[in-house]
C-alpha cells in the first residue's frame, strides 16, 4: 500500500514536472498586428563600436526618424550575435524589435529556428521587389529554404592589400593574378634578418591569421559545399583538396607551417597600428574593404595598393571574384512591433540614398543594385576594388545552412589540421568531415 | 464464544485515547521541521532539482530554445557519444585537469602552507605575497599570462632564448597549453594555502615536542603527526577541487581565445579548445553547443554526463577516503 501511494505520488510528481517544463519551453510570442503610424519606441541592437561608425548609425537614425516621426529609435551598439540570441530566447520589454548580426554565418540558423521574422510577407505588403533590389548573391545568404528573414545590410568584399613599395623592391610590376604568380611572388618579397628569423613574410597564408578563414580563400575556387541534397560534398569536389594543396605550397615558398606560425605570434592586434600589414610584416594581405579606411586614418608608412585575390591558374578567367558576406537586419520573432520594425528595416536597407551615405560613412559595400551604380558612391579607386569583387558574377558568399556556421567551423577545425600537416589521408579526412558535417546538420532538424 | 457472536474488546485492552493527540504533536513536529527545512529546500528544488529534471526532460528533446521542444528519443544520446569528435577531446582535457590540476594545487598548496608556517620572520609578508595572486580576477591573471608565455613577443621566452634554452610554445602549442593551464591555476594557489595553514596551525604542538623526544626527524614528524591531523582538510581539498575543476572554463576559454590571435567582437565565432583542441573542457563544449548551435538536447547530454561524473567521483572520494583515511563501516 505505501508503495502503491509512493508510485502515484512520483508519477504525479513527473507528470507534474512534464508539464511545467513543457510550460517552461514556450516561446514568448510577437505581433504583426501593428499599426506602424501610431507612436512607438523601437529598438535595435546593432554591432558596430567604432565611433566614427557609431557616429554613421546614429545619424542613420535620425534620418529615419525625421521620415517616420511616430517612430523613436532606441539604439544598442557593440551586440555580439551570441548576446542578441540570448535575448531573443528570453524575450520580455528590454529584448531588440530590430536585430542585425555582423557575419552571415548564421542566418540559416535563425530563419530555421524562426527567430528571426520571414520578411516576405511585409515586402509584400509594401510593394518592395526583392529580386530587383537586391543582387541575388545577398538575397541568397540572407534566406534560407525560401525563407527570407533577413537582408542584407550593406555588404564585405575581401581582396588582397598590398605593399607597393615592397613590391618595387622586388621588382614585381603588378599584384598576382594567379595562384602560380601569388606563390611565386610570395617567395619573392619574403625577407629574413640575419639569424634566419623573418623580418617580413610576402603573404601569411596561416589559417588562424586574423580574416584568413579557409572558407575566404577557398572562394577564390568556386567551391560548392553541399550537393542538390543538402549532402556535404568537399570530399567529392576536386577542388577541396587542389586548395588545400595551394595553402601548404604558399606556405612552403615561405619557410613553412610552423616558421610561419611563430612569426604570426608576434603580430599585433588586428585592428591594431601593430597589425600584420600596417607594420610591413607581411606585404600581401588579405582582407575586407574597411582596411583601406584604416590603413588611411592610420596613416600607412608607405603606399599601398587593392587587387581582387588570385584565382587558381585553370579558372584565370573569373579573375576579379571574391569572398562576399556582409552585415545582416531583421525583425525579432518576439517583436511587438513588427511593422513599425519592418519600417526601420526597409528604410536602412531598401533606401538608396541611405544605403549609399551610410556606405560611404563606414567604408563598407551597399548590397542594392542602385546603390551599387549610384554615382554618389565613394570614387576612392582602392575602394571601388571591392565594389568590383561584389559586383563579379563569380564572387561567391557561403551557402546558409540549418545549424547556421557549424559547417564552416567543422571545415575550419579541418583546415587547421591540415595545414599543420596532421591529416595524412586527406580524402579520408574529407569523407569523415562530410559525414561529420551531415551529422551536425540532420541533428538540427526538428 | 460462538464464531457468529461479534467480540467485545475487554476493557484492559482498552482503544488509544491519546493516538490523536500524538497524531496531531506528530504533525506538529513535521511542520516544524519542515518550517526550518524551508529555506534550504526551497533553494534546492529551484536551483537544483528543477535544473536538473529540466536537464533530464531536454536530452530527450529537440530544443532550440525558440520553438516548441519535440520529442526525438535518444537522438541526442547518439549524436553525442557517437557522432561528435569533440566529446572525447574535451573529456580527455577535462579528467586531464581534475587528475593532473587538482594533484598539484593541493601538493603546492601544503608545501607553500608548510613553509609560510615554518617562517620565524616576515610571516606577514610572505603570507601576503602568496595570497595575492589569487584576489586576482581570472580573466585578468588569464590575459596576464598569455602575454608573459606568448611565445613569439613574451618576456618569459625571449629570457629562456637568451640563456639558450628551447622556449615552448605555451599557449599556442598543443602539448604545452594544459601544462600551461595548470601553471595559471598554481600562480593562484593562495586560496588552498590559507585552508592549508589554518589546519597546520591546529596541530597540537604537544605531539610535535613528544615525537622529537621519541628522535623523530623532520620526515618523521610530518608523516605521523602531521599527515594524520590534516587529512581531512586535504581530502575537502581533492573534492572540491575536483568538482571545481570539472567545470573548469573561463580561464581555458580565455587563454585559447588570446593565443590564437583571433579578434573579440561582433560577428566573431569564438571556437574553444584552441590550439588542436587541446584546451577545450566539456564546460565550454556545453556552452557551444546550447548557445552557439542552438542544439540544447545535445548540451543537456553532455551536461548530464559530466554531472554523473562528477557524482560518482566524489562519492567515492567520500567513501575511500581518497585512499587518506581508512573507510569508515
Known amino acids: 500500500m505505501p508503495r502503491l501511494r509512493m508510485r502515484i505520488c512520483l508519477s504525479a510528481a513527473l507528470a507534474g514536472a512534464g508539464l511545467i517544463l513543457s510550460g517552461c519551453a514556450n516561446p514568448s510570442v510577437g505581433s504583426d498586428r501593428d499599426d506602424p503610424t501610431q507612436p512607438v519606441t523601437l529598438k535595435f541592437w546593432h554591432g558596430w563600436s567604432n565611433p566614427a561608425e557609431v557616429k554613421a548609425v546614429d545619424d542613420s537614425i535620425a534620418r529615419f526618424e525625421k521620415l517616420h516621426p511616430n517612430i523613436k529609435v532606441k539604439t544598442v551598439n557593440n551586440v555580439t550575435d551570441e548576446t542578441v540570441n540570448q535575448a531573443l530566447r528570453a524575450g520580455g520589454d528590454d529584448a531588440p524589435d530590430v536585430v542585425s548580426s555582423f557575419t552571415t554565418n548564421n542566418v540559416g540558423q535563425y530563419c530555421s529556428s524562426g527567430m528571426w521574422v520571414d520578411l516576405d510577407p511585409f515586402m509584400k505588403k509594401t510593394g518592395v521587389e526583392k529580386a530587383k533590389v537586391f543582387p541575388k548573391t545577398f538575397l541568397d545568404y540572407t534566406s534560407y529554404q525560401g525563407k527570407q528573414c533577413a537582408l542584407p545590410l550593406l555588404a564585405d568584399a575581401y581582396g588582397l592589400y598590398y605593399n607597393k613599395d615592397a613590391f618595387k623592391e622586388a621588382g614585381i610590376e603588378r599584384p598576382p593574378r594567379t595562384m602560380s604568380e601569388f606563390k611565386r611572388d610570395a617567395a619573392k618579397l619574403t625577407k629574413r634578418k640575419a639569424g634566419g628569423s623573418y623580418e617580413r613574410a610576402g603573404f601569411m597564408p596561416n589559417f588562424r591569421l586574423y580574416q584568413n578563414s579557409p572558407d575566404r580563400l577557398f572562394a577564390q575556387w568556386g567551391p560548392t559545399y553541399f550537393d542538390k541534397k543538402g549532402k556535404a560534398q568537399l570530399a567529392k569536389d576536386p577542388r577541396t583538396r587542389q586548395f588545400l594543396a595551394t595553402q601548404r605550397e604558399l606556405m612552403d615558398a615561405q619557410g613553412g607551417y610552423a616558421a610561419l606560425e611563430k612569426f604570426r605570434t608576434t603580430f599585433g592586434d588586428e585592428m591594431s597600428p601593430q597589425s600584420s600589414f600596417m607594420s610591413q610584416k607581411a606585404a600581401m594581405h588579405m582582407d575586407g574593404e574597411w582596411r583601406g579606411l584604416m590603413l588611411k586614418e592610420g596613416k600607412a608608412k608607405f603606399d599601398w595598393g587593392t587587387a581582387p585575390l588570385p584565382v587558381p591558374d585553370d579558372q584565370a578567367d573569373t579573375y576579379g571574384r571574391g569572398y562576399l558576406t556582409g552585415t545582416v537586419a531583421g525583425i525579432a520573432h518576439n517583436s511587438k512591433h513588427q511593422n513599425a520594425a519592418w519600417e526601420l528595416v526597409r528604410f536602412l536597407t531598401v533606401d538608396t540614398d541611405q544605403v549609399v551615405r551610410f556606405a560611404n560613412a563606414i567604408h563598407n559595400v551597399p548590397s542594392t543594385f542602385a546603390a551599387l551604380t549610384s554615382p554618389k558612391l565613394d570614387a576612392d579607386p582602392s575602394f571601388r576594388t571591392f565594389i568590383d569583387i561584389a559586383r563579379n558574377p563569380h564572387s561567391q558568399a557561403m551557402p546558409p545552412s540549418i545549424n547556421g556556421g557549424q559547417y564552416i567551423t567543422a571545415f575550419q577545425d579541418f583546415a587547421y589540421n591540415a595545414e599543420a600537416g596532421k591529416v595524412p589521408d586527406l580524402g579520408k579526412g574529407l569523407r569523415d568531415l562530410d559525414a561529420q558535417i551531415d551529422a551536425d546538420n540532420l541533428q538540427s532538424v526538428n | ?269 569564438i571556437q574553444p579548445g584552441y590550439p588542436d583542441h587541446s584546451t577545450l573542457t566539456v564546460p565550454q563544449l556545453v556552452y557551444s553547443l546550447g548557445f552557439q548551435n542552438f542544439n540544447t538536447g545535445a548540451a543537456c547530454v553532455l551536461s548530464l554526463v559530466l554531472f554523473v561524473i562528477a557524482m560518482a567521483v566524489t562519492t567515492l572520494l567520500m567513501r575511500k577516503r581518497a585512499g587518506l583515511l581508512p573507510a569508515e563501516d
Open chain 2, 1 to 269: 464464544m460462538s464464531l457468529v457472536e461479534s467480540p467485545e474488546r475487554p476493557a484492559a485492552t482498552a482503544p488509544r485515547p491519546k493516538a490523536p493527540a500524538l497524531r496531531r504533536k506528530h504533525r506538529g513536529q513535521r511542520l516544524r521541521t519542515l518550517g526550518f527545512l524551508s529555506p534550504w529546500l526551497v533553494g534546492f528544488s529551484v536551483f537544483f532539482g528543477y535544473p536538473l529534471l529540466a536537464t533530464v526532460y531536454f536530452s530527450f528533446m529537440h530544443y532550440n530554445q525558440i520553438q516548441q521542444p519535440s520529442f526525438v528519443g535518444l537522438r541526442n544520446w547518439k549524436y553525442v557519444f557517437t557522432q561528435m569528435p569533440l566529446f572525447g577531446p574535451a573529456l580527455w582535457n577535462t579528467l586531464w585537469l581534475v587528475v593532473v590540476m587538482v594533484a598539484l594545487r593541493v601538493v603546492f598548496g601544503l608545501g607553500i602552507g608548510l613553509l609560510v608556517t615554518k617562517i620565524k620572520s616576515g610571516v606577514g609578508f610572505f603570507r601576503t605575497a602568496f595570497y595575492l595572486p589569487y584576489l586576482a580576477p581570472p580573466v585578468a591573471a588569464t590575459v596576464a599570462f598569455v602575454f608573459l608565455l606568448n611565445p613569439g613577443t613574451g618576456p618569459v621566452n625571449e629570457i629562456l632564448e637568451a640563456l639558450g634554452i628551447p622556449a615552448p610554445g605555451w599557449f599556442n602549442d598543443a602539448a604545452w597549453a594544459k601544462p600551461s593551464l595548470v601553471m595559471l591555476s598554481l600562480w593562484g594557489i593562495g586560496d588552498l594555502m590559507v585552508i592549508f595553514m589554518a589546519a597546520l596551525l591546529d596541530v597540537p604542538k604537544e605531539q610535535y615536542e613528544a615525537a622529537e623526544l621519541d628522535g623523530a626527524g623532520a620526515w618523521a614528524r610530518f608523516r605521523y603527526v602531521t599527515w594524520p591531523s590534516i587529512t581531512p582538510i586535504v581530502l575537502f581539498a581533492v573534492v572540491t577541487g575536483v568538482v571545481q575543476t570539472m567545470q573548469y572554463y573561463t580561464q581555458a576559454l580565455v587563454a585559447g581565445k588570446l593565443a590564437s590571435g583571433v579578434t573579440i567582437g561582433p560577428g566573431t565565432v
